[in-house]
């Protein structure tokens, strides 16, 4: 199981961090990675972390502005968020993948990874 939270309103500019905690089966998570789909829109892929190397992937639109990042006592990948813009406007998903091999498979695409959270909103206005 996979819980979002720390979503919220935010004016451009600002920032924000969002959290997914991880229990159960995905205890064995491979990789966690954060999607977002704003309204309209497909659900895209924002950033990656390889949990045990700790290496980490960003789309080119958030790069240099969003940090993933795990800890792993807690069972918690965040995404801090910065320079928010409204295009960042959006439902913010949590995603793993317990399969050992999920870093040579594309970071990208949603059926790379087996578990989700409901998700978490996150509005820049």
């Known amino acids: 199981q996979l819980v979002e939270s720390g979503g919220g309103s935010v004016q451009p500019g600002g920032s924000l961090r969002v959290s997914c905690a991880a229990s159960g089966y995905t205890y064995n998570r491979n990789c966690m990675a954060w999607f977002r789909q704003a309204p309209g829109k497909e659900r895209e892929g924002v950033a990656r972390?390889?949990?045990?190397?700790?290496?980490?992937y960003y789309a080119d639109s958030v790069k240099g502005r969003f940090t993933i990042s795990q800890d792993n006592a807690k069972n918690t990948v965040y995404l801090d968020m910065s320079r928010l813009i409204p295009e960042d406007t959006a439902m913010y998903y949590c995603?793993?993948?317990?399969?050992?091999?999920?870093?040579?498979?594309?970071?990208?695409?949603?059926?790379?990874?087996?578990?989700w959270g409901q998700g978490t909103q996150v509005t820049v206005s």
């Open positions: 972390i390889a949990t045990g190397s700790g290496n980490t």
């Open positions: 995603a793993a993948s317990t399969n050992s091999l999920c870093i040579d498979q594309p970071w990208r695409a949603e059926q790379t990874y087996n578990y």
